[in-house]
């Protein structure tokens, strides 16, 4: 992976770290039910990460 690569990565991270935030401050505030879907695809999108890098790791 290049710099660049990893610059890219981290952008699109914290990117979607704001876009996360800015969309569950206020259903916080208001009681939204929206946190637990978020929480489960969050719980998702880490659980298909691991299993990316579980497969790239030597056996």
């Known amino acids: 992976m290049t710099q660049h690569e990893v610059s890219f990565l981290q952008d699109e991270l914290e990117h979607l770290n704001r876009i996360v935030w800015s969309g569950l401050r206020p259903a916080i505030a208001q009681g939204n039910r929206i946190l637990s879907a978020v929480c489960g695809a969050v719980e998702e999108c ?7 890098i579980a497969a790239e790791q030597p056996a």
Not at 46 to 52: A, N, V, W
Request: net charge positive; proline share 0%.
């Open 46 to 52: 880490q659980h298909k990460i691991r299993e990316i």
